[in-house]
């Protein structure tokens, strides 16, 4: 599965801009500028699999966001990029890490 179609690689242009708007269950923020959103899990497998998948997002994206963490969550918040508002990349990148929880989740067995 290719997570990071229609997002920019590192070093080579968006083929498409996606969503213009949060994805449902993250939280916007206009100050700063930030999406977030907590990812709750039933053990400690299922979030170092989802954290080992958004460590590969992020290389392949160029992008990394902020994290913390314990043993059945993950709580993540993406930055703007310009620092002065939020776009479609950062709404897309929002996008490609809720397809990561539903990999996680339904992709291996806990």
Do not use: H
Request: charged share 20%; aromatic share 12%.
């Amino acid at each position: 599965m290719n997570l990071t179609s229609g997002y920019a690689t590192q070093g080579q242009p968006m083929r498409n801009q996606g969503p213009s708007e949060a994805p449902p269950e993250w939280q916007q923020r206009e100050r700063p500028p930030t999406l977030s959103r907590r990812f709750q899990f039933n053990g400690y497998s299922q979030t170092r699999y989802f954290l080992d998948e958004l460590a590969t997002l992020s290389e392949e994206c160029g992008y990394y966001p902020d994290t913390s963490f314990g043993a059945n969550y993950v709580s993540v918040t993406i930055n703007a990029r310009d620092g002065a508002a939020l776009s479609a990349k950062d709404f897309n990148f929002a996008a490609r890490i809720d397809k990561l929880m539903n990999l996680s989740r339904g992709g291996k067995q806990y």
